[in-house]
């Protein structure tokens, strides 16, 4: 399983947006996992997601993790509507930022041809 880890001045909004967002809850950490709140551990190779309040450590700053989703436009209104932004729109990828201001892009899903 992998993790994309991300700031947040205000971690409860940003645990509304990503939940909102993705549909996933984001729990408190298990004794040993640090601070902050994540999904629950998933299928082999599943990306978690987690949040933490931001700090000064070199965790502390953003990345730009792909999502994949089933209706990329239905998933940049999601954005705005749960407070985030959309930078750069697409009908394949798009640039986002979340309600902390994270950026993240959101990917099309493709099927096999």
Not at 16 to 27: H, M, N, P, S
Not at 66 to 80: C, K, N, P, S
């Amino acid at each position: 399983m992998s993790l994309t880890e991300f700031p947040a001045d205000q971690p409860e909004r940003a645990r509304r947006f990503w939940a909102g967002l993705l549909g996933v809850e984001l729990a408190a950490r298990a004794e040993g996992q640090g601070e902050g709140w994540q999904t629950p551990a998933g299928d082999a190779g599943a990306v978690a997601i987690g949040v933490h309040e931001r700090g000064r450590g070199p965790g502390d700053s953003s990345s730009l993790p792909y999502f994949t989703v089933g209706d990329i436009a239905g998933a940049l209104r999601a954005v705005e509507a749960l407070g985030g932004s959309v930078v750069h729109p697409g009908e394949r990828w798009a640039i986002c930022k979340d309600s902390e201001g994270n950026p993240f892009a959101l990917a099309a899903e493709t099927t096999g041809a």
